[in-house]
């Protein structure tokens, strides 16, 4: 499940999170946020745009806002999961929104530079005190010691712009009946455009991706509210239970009645 993204939170200045997960794979997507992995244990294979690394423990990915981004546990991995708001730290990124980084990874000999010792305390102040301002000056100070790592380059290229236009309509309108002849009409683009990004960049068949995508937005709803299943099948985009609980299986091992209780 991916823990933290909703589109109506697009506009949240202040937004912060920090996530422990274990085993966590989601398709390519993308959001207005920061997102910073940091692998505790295992390892785990992390796509940013056009690059791609194998990220083992101690190592660090670096999301800036809107680069498309992939996560993929093949075997077991821990992980802590940091997404934010730019406007957290405004100074740094105001003057780097239209860029992204040519090497989003930093190794383990960067990191144990006292950077993550630093992203457990961020960790550990966002679950307990959980203030604001401690919250600025670590993250600060991390964006700090690693700056010097970074080289960033221009993030507005043809094919960004377009996988972005594509991930964002589908985030708008997952819940809809949507197929690759309503998108390509709605934004301008061939059908068989799309079904090539789809196969070649984003590395899904369209129907497999949505489905992904819609059994995520159903495990939040399974998790956090007391809807029932028939009722978060329909918000999820799906035109049945049976075929809902069919994909839902199919993709997490489990029936959507023994995800929410756990057994």
Request: some cysteine.
């Amino acid at each position: 499940m991916y823990p933290f993204f909703e589109a109506n939170k697009s506009g949240d200045q202040n937004f912060f999170s920090s996530k422990i997960l274990e085993n966590f794979s989601f398709p390519p997507h993308l959001h207005p946020y920061v997102e910073i992995a940091y692998v505790i244990e295992g390892s785990i294979e992390v796509t940013i745009n056009d690059t791609q690394c194998c990220l083992k423990a101690g190592e660090v990915s670096i999301c800036f806002p809107n680069d498309i981004h992939t996560f993929n546990s093949d075997g077991f991995s821990k992980i802590i999961l940091f997404i934010f708001s730019p406007d957290l730290t405004r100074s740094f990124f105001g003057i780097r929104m239209d860029k992204t980084l040519e090497n989003p990874f930093m190794s383990k000999n960067i990191v144990d530079d006292g950077i993550s010792s630093l992203l457990y305390m961020l960790h550990d102040e966002y679950k307990s005190v959980n203030n604001k301002y401690v919250i600025k000056g670590l993250l600060y100070t991390i964006l700090g010691k690693l700056d010097s790592h970074f080289t960033f380059k221009k993030s507005s290229t043809f094919y960004n712009s377009t996988m972005q236009n594509l991930l964002k309509y589908i985030e708008i309108h997952y819940h809809e009946k949507i197929s690759l002849d309503s998108i390509a009409k709605d934004l301008g683009f061939s059908k068989f455009y799309l079904s090539r990004i789809f196969s070649n960049k984003i590395g899904y068949q369209f129907n497999d991706y949505i489905n992904r995508l819609r059994i995520n937005k159903a495990q939040k709803l399974l998790s956090e509210t007391d809807l029932p299943v028939t009722i978060i099948a329909l918000e999820c985009g799906f035109e049945s239970q049976r075929n809902f609980n069919r994909i839902f299986k199919e993709l997490t091992a489990l029936t959507p009645t023994k995800f929410r209780t756990g057994i």
